[in-house]
């Protein structure tokens, strides 16, 4: 049942499934019976190795087979809900304190005058009564411009704050922000002021992480010194050392667009680049066991100098783990099997952190790791030269292409879209990438820096020439937006087209064209939808309003937004890509217009049978009389207008209070809403509310 080269291959699977289910349905009274679960399971093999001989066990290899799955479902299982903090007793969050002792355990992020960072919770203090706390809070504080405090990894503080549970996304397609930290161990935020801190202490953190982060800082400095150019020091300071730079819309746009966005995190391409040449450096320590015992410690020991020069910054760490063991591993054994080796590398860095399976880095390194052992060697059999040259583009090609491949469905599952010369820009940036990374950690070694000329140049012509090619005509297939069973569907049908043609068997081919073939009918049904669709969406703001009519793929947006502002691009446009919507006309909200079946005119509007009556500051202290049924009020811009001075002929269900009221005026037009028992949407802090209209 389980063959020693295979073990941590088949015993990973059960593993990832237990973290799976109970990372979403977490309770604390699991662990009390998963620990039962354990010990009965462990008590089991326990007696079953005992008896293996007298109960003749060899012949039931399944059942066997079966309770170790079990037993490591469970440990997955226990080592989830272990993991997540928020089940601990002691968690912050359970008790409520006047203030709270906590210390940074993160490289505080600096945007304008606001520094964001991840704390952990020491303690809590109840008037002069200390109560030890535990759990992780991000901080949001706003430094004061004229005498703003240096906040750093390690420092420990006393802060007066309340914080707040991490909100859901309220509209459609929006990023969920709180399952992202979620993934994190951090469920709760705070907003504060500087002067709602006192730091008490220094180098609390871990002493190797500060040491990182110093190294890095003093590296970065090096680099604003000797580049020149903006976009060439965040590309640097990012794609060497990192470092999360403010990068240009253009070139991160240009990155994504080419399939080469990779490049730009510090992650297991880079330190393969590392390990390849420091390997073919020490080709002469290949003569004996010994010495390759000290080239190993050679590489270990400088791949994981790189580690510490880019601030232990958590994909590198990953990176550097899975490399480590690969290499380790081969040295030490004779006889190892690759898949084995990536599956005890994932292993470990579970048992570490349960939720890292939540990590889209994490899901995209292993993946594509598995591409290079699986299907590259596959496609570069494809091709045989002679050619030396050619043969070694081809390698290149066959590795890219594999990469790609197997990592395609989560690609458009999480970015949705398709870089479509992902092939020629991932040829193109290789040697560029590997100058880059030499000469860049090359030029902070004093002696070197002048070679910094060379390397920003080398920055910039990769930028120009990524540009050039995310410019070209269809240079990406955008707004590719599919859902768990279609990602599921493709996946599968991906997997057994290419195991189908590796083994030649037509049984497995046609079972990978009908589950493509059900795929493309899901997609055929999404397209029918949304030719055919017909809704409104007002969408949850915070201090702004958006409503969408939409008929087919095109859309009236009425907004105060345009088209660049953040919370635009944030709540608004994920939705639209999401729905394919390709014609969107931005319309202000008193604006009189008339689009196709949408018509807005003196405070109503009209989209197909759906009537909304506008009511905003205009009509402070105003009557409305007349005879004539909504389907909405629409409450705006603030308004003081009384509802009771809507004339009884005029019927409508429900009210539509936005962003741009008040908190006290949407309170105190809820409550005039509720007493005359109307149904009230508020769009802030509540879910988008969406109608649908029939044909």
């Known amino acids: 049942m389980f063959k020693t080269e295979y073990i941590f291959a088949r015993i990973l699977f059960p593993f990832i499934l237990g973290i799976c289910i109970f990372y979403y349905f977490p309770a604390f009274t699991f662990i009390k019976w998963l620990t039962i679960s354990l010990f009965t399971i462990l008590l089991s093999i326990l007696f079953l190795n005992f008896s293996y001989k007298k109960l003749n066990i060899y012949r039931h290899k399944g059942v066997v087979g079966l309770i170790i799955y079990l037993l490591f479902f469970n440990l997955g ?25 906590v210390w940074v355990n993160n490289e505080p992020q600096q945007n304008g005058n606001i520094s964001r960072f991840k704390a952990n919770v020491i303690a809590g203090y109840q008037k002069d009564k200390q109560i030890s706390l535990s759990g992780q809070l991000l901080l949001h504080v706003k430094l004061d411009s004229l005498k703003p405090i240096r906040i750093k990894y390690g420092d420990e503080m006393m802060i007066a704050v309340t914080y707040n549970e991490i909100e859901p996304p309220y509209n459609p397609a929006e990023f969920d922000f709180k399952a992202w930290l979620g993934s994190q161990n951090i469920y709760h935020q705070a907003f504060m002021d500087q ?25 970065i400095a090096k680099y604003r010194i000797l580049i020149k150019s903006d976009e060439a020091l965040a590309v640097a300071s990012t794609l060497i050392l990192g470092y999360r730079a403010d990068l240009s819309k253009e070139t991160l746009s240009a990155y994504s667009k080419t399939g080469t966005v990779h490049a730009l ?3 297991g391409a880079h330190v393969a680049i590392i390990y390849v040449v420091l390997d073919f450096m020490f080709f002469f320590l290949n003569k004996n066991r010994a010495l390759k015992i000290v ?17 232990l910054s958590p994909s590198v760490v990953r990176s550097a783990i899975m490399i480590s063991i690969l290499i380790t591993a081969k040295v030490l054994s004779k006889k190892t099997n690759s898949y084995n080796i990536l599956a005890f590398s994932a292993f470990c860095q579970l048992v570490y952190n349960p939720f890292l399976i939540r990590d889209v880095g994490f899901q995209l390194s292993y993946l594509a790791v598995f591409g290079l052992i699986y299907l590259q060697p596959k496609i570069y059999k494809l091709l045989y030269t002679e050619h030396y040259w050619i043969d070694k583009l081809w390698g290149f090609t066959s590795m890219s292409l594999a990469a790609q491949i197997v990592t395609f469905p989560l690609s458009i599952y999480y970015f949705h879209q398709f870089p479509l010369y992902f092939l020629f820009a991932n040829l193109f940036i290789t040697i560029p990438l590997i100058l880059i990374m030499y000469l860049g950690i090359g030029v902070l070694i004093p002696s070197f820096g002048f070679l910094a000329p060379v390397f920003e140049w080398i920055i910039n012509f990769t930028n120009a020439v990524l540009n050039w090619i995310a410019n070209l005509p ?6 590719i937006w599919i859902n768990l069973p279609e990602f599921i569907l493709l996946s599968l049908s991906l997997s057994l087209f290419i195991y189908a043609l590796t083994k030649l068997n037509k049984q497995l081919l046609f079972s990978a064209l009908f589950l493509f073939v059900c795929y493309q009918l899901l997609i055929l049904c999404d397209d029918l939808k949304v030719f055919n669709q017909r809704k409104i969406i ?12 939409i008929n087919g793929k095109e859309a009236v ?28 006309h931005l319309i202000r909200l008193k604006k009189d217009t008339v689009l196709g079946r949408f018509v807005s005119n003196n405070n109503q509007i009209a989209f197909f049978q759906y009537k909304i009556l506008l009511i905003d500051e205009d009509l402070n202290d105003k009557e409305i009389n007349g005879n004539a049924n909504f389907s909405s009020i629409w409450l705006s811009g603030n308004t003081k207008f009384n509802v009771a001075k809507i004339h009884p002929d005029i019927k409508y269900k429900t009210a539509i209070i936005d962003a741009t009221n008040k908190d006290y005026q949407i309170q105190i037009l809820k409550k005039e809403m509720e007493n005359n028992a109307i149904d009230v949407h508020i769009l802030k802090k509540n879910k988008a509310y969406l109608v649908q209209l029939s044909r």
């Open 538 to 549: 007002f969408f949850s703001l915070r201090k702004n309003y958006a409503a969408a009519f």
């Open 195 to 219: 002067d709602h801190i006192l730091i008490t202490k220094n180098n609390v953190g871990n002493p190797m992480i500060k040491m990182a982060l110093n190294i890095r800082e003093r590296q």
């Open 474 to 479: 269809y240079a990406s297939f955008s707004s």
């Open 77 to 101: 299982s226990l080592f989830c809900l272990l993991n997540n903090e928020s089940l601990d007793q002691n968690y912050f969050a359970k008790t409520r304190c006047d203030y709270l002792k």
């Open 295 to 311: 080239k190993l410690l050679l590489i270990c020991t400088l791949i994981w100098g790189y580690a510490l020069l880019t601030g």
């Open 265 to 267: 995190s510090v992650s």
């Open 557 to 584: 947006l009425v907004s105060d937004l345009n088209s660049k502002d953040k919370n635009y691009t944030f709540s608004v446009e994920p939705a639209l890509s999401q729905l394919l919507v390709a014609k969107i």
